[in-house]
């Protein structure tokens, strides 16, 4: 299976900064990568596929980009409601398989 | 507009076998895949298998051997049962839909959470 290694585990920032995410995947996956969000209580939402691709919907300080096998989310303009936790899962090979998660504090 | 919904038991006990029925409406099952994804507490999903649009199944090879999915197109049902339950199967379950232009799941039942304890 491919791992996904997810950093960091957690973090917090101010509301109006810029956080970045990021996702190491044990193997190349072709850019066949997605990102969620998942707040508590809540099923997870889909914020980006493709590795870049922005879902219907999602508001543009989301975005993904990659280097490698490496893939990031960047967060510009931190809102309240983006407190959650975010999840990274690449659809490149079965099993479809996610990282562990940052969770992301406003402060 | 889509939805999807798990229903099942919220208690099962060791050694049992677990059933749960994801009702979709909004899409055909024909048209779309749709995938169950399961969750401890505090961890990151897993995928445990997927009903393709063409009535084919895939499944976690890790899960495999204890999974079965299923489907009824004419009550746009997906069925999940999965034997043997452990304490470490206790977690949300939730169905999802591929997207239109992605594998990857654009959209999620609200999820059921099932307990494995006697």
């Known amino acids: 299976d491919i791992q996904m290694t997810q950093s960091p585990a957690s973090l917090s920032a101010s509301l109006g900064e810029t956080v970045t995410i990021e996702c190491l995947a044990s193997?190349?996956?072709?850019?066949?990568l997605a990102w969620y969000q998942q707040k508590p209580g809540k099923s997870p939402q889909l914020l980006i596929y493709?590795?870049?691709s922005l879902q219907d919907g999602v508001p543009s300080r989301f975005s993904g980009s990659e280097s490698g096998t490496q893939y990031s989310l960047e967060i510009n303009s931190l809102q309240s409601e983006d407190a959650a936790t975010y999840f990274c899962?690449?659809?490149?090979?079965?099993?479809?398989?996610f990282g562990g998660g940052t969770k992301l504090e406003l402060k | 507009q889509v939805q999807l919904k798990e229903s099942g038991p919220g208690l099962v006990q060791p050694s049992e076998t677990l059933s749960l029925t994801c009702t979709v409406s909004?899409?055909?099952?024909?048209?779309?895949?749709v995938s169950w994804v399961r969750q401890p507490s505090g961890k990151g999903p897993e995928w445990m298998g997927r009903?393709?649009?063409?009535?084919?199944?895939a499944y976690n090879s890790a899960l495999k051997s204890r999974l079965s999915i299923s489907r009824d197109t004419s009550k746009n049902q997906v069925f999940l049962k999965m034997n043997s339950l452990q304490t470490d199967d206790t977690g949300t379950y939730y169905c999802?839909?591929?997207?239109?232009?992605?594998?990857?799941?654009?959209?999620w039942g609200q999820g059921t959470l099932v307990t494995v304890s006697s």
């Open positions: 999802t839909r591929d997207g239109p232009l992605t594998t990857s799941f654009a959209y």
């Open positions: 909004g899409f055909s099952l024909t048209s779309y895949s």
């Open positions: 009903m393709w649009y063409d009535g084919d199944t």
């Open positions: 193997e190349d996956i072709y850019s066949n």
């Open positions: 493709d590795a870049s």
């Open positions: 899962q690449q659809h490149h090979d079965y099993p479809p398989t």
